[in-house]
């Protein structure tokens, strides 16, 4: 599924707007299609922040199709880390 998904981001007091368009995979998208998006939109966004060197970001407006807010689950999304197995 083909969805445009456009982000409003505060990057140290720098406020942005970024629009694109993006694969979401069908089945994942027809069992829930926010949190499908979101997590699309996450990723994003983390590239994003990569891009400018991992400086403080607020997220303050996601939406996907322009109609779909899902500001609130992408906040949500939190990276899995892996299970610390150290011997000490």
Known sequence: MKVVI???V???GNRGSSRGEFFVGN???KEEPNFA???VAYEWIQQQKR???QRETI???VTWNEVNDI???VKEIQPLLPEDN???
Do not use: C, M, Q, S
């Open 6 to 8: 456009e982000t409003t």
């Open 10 to 12: 505060n990057t140290e």
């Open 27 to 29: 089945r994942d998208f």
């Open 37 to 39: 998006v979101a997590v």
């Open 51 to 53: 891009e400018t060197g």
């Open 59 to 61: 997220i303050e407006k």
């Open 71 to 73: 500001t609130d689950i």
């Open 86 to 88: 150290l011997p000490f």
